[in-house]
């Protein structure tokens, strides 16, 4: 993502924090970057298509950072990088508390198929890495668990985020809550070792489901209505849309498409390019 496109982003979700999605104007999101209303329009196609863009770099920058907590403190036990992803999601949801609510008070995802669909591949994400996380911090054994176990420990986490929501005033350190969760997490942990209860979910929940030629097309449909693609981008689109349309669509040429798309830094490209490598599985 370059700078000018970064800057527009960062501004924007600190206006819709402040004074709501509908009552931010483009004129004034470009005075806060210091640009023109046109210079907006050579990044972004609406205001609608800005916020989808910003609630994906919040996500992204969120996810980013427990990643890069995981590889760059290869030297400190698994346990306590855990805890720093933990404290990390809170630190990351009190910087940006006001965008969250806005998102959740005027019920965007609902409505937002882009932003329902993004939602659905970022959990999937994020339960990857926490599972990451789990069996580093207490070994194979647990793996049988792992899928309850990630559902249990983001539950834990997301109750407590929606406690800060409601309480203005209180003061938490997010090290100390993050260490106290783990430690009750300990708990979950043993007892289910100790019990040797059988797991309720399997691994495979999270497994995507091969998508139909039909959503392929109504995707790769909206993708050239809302991002501004480059002509080359628009051509292998379309290229991909023509052969989903036949009976029997040539998986080789798709591929060949595939490729092409892949150059492409539009996060919303590559999440289509990884449903179309679905299909051709």
């Known amino acids: 993502m370059n700078e000018k496109k970064e800057k527009i982003i960062k501004a924007s979700i600190q206006l819709f924090a402040k004074k709501g999605f509908s009552s931010t104007t ?6 806060e970057c210091g640009i023109s209303k046109g210079a907006f329009y050579l990044h972004f196609k609406s205001k609608e298509q800005l916020f989808n863009r910003a609630f994906e770099y919040y996500i992204d920058t969120s996810m980013q950072t427990i990643e890069t907590i995981r590889k760059e403190n290869q030297h400190l036990a698994p346990r306590e990088i855990f805890q720093k992803q933990i404290a990390e ?9 006001d965008f969250i609510i806005l998102i959740l008070s005027e019920n965007i995802i609902p409505e937002n198929q882009q932003i329902k669909k993004y939602s659905k591949t970022v959990k999937k994400q994020m339960n990857d890495e926490i599972q990451i996380s789990i069996l580093t911090t207490y070994g194979q054994e647990i793996e049988p668990y792992i899928t309850d176990l990630s559902v249990m420990i983001q539950g834990i986490i997301q ?3 929606q406690v800060l929501l ?22 979950l942990v ?13 691994q495979t929940i999270w497994d995507d489901e091969a998508p139909s030629a039909a959503s392929l097309q109504e995707e790769l449909r909206l993708l050239k209505l809302e991002h501004l693609l480059s002509d080359d981008t628009v051509v292998s689109i379309e290229v991909i849309e023509e052969e989903l349309a036949k009976a029997e669509p040539r998986k080789p040429v798709i591929q060949g498409m595939l490729t092409n798309l892949e150059k ?3 996060p919303a490209v590559l999440r289509a390019v990884e449903q179309l490598r679905l299909f051709l599985q």
């Open 26 to 31: 483009i004129q004034e999101i470009a005075d």
């Open 159 to 161: 109750s407590y985020v």
């Open 190 to 202: 043993q007892g289910l070792l100790r019990s040797q209860t059988k797991p309720i979910l399997k």
């Open 89 to 97: 999601q809170f630190q990351h949801f009190a910087e940006n508390k």
């Open 166 to 187: 409601l309480q203005d005033q209180m003061q938490l350190s997010f090290d100390e809550l993050s260490s106290f969760i783990l430690e009750r997490f300990d708990d």
């Open 264 to 266: 492409c830094e539009d």
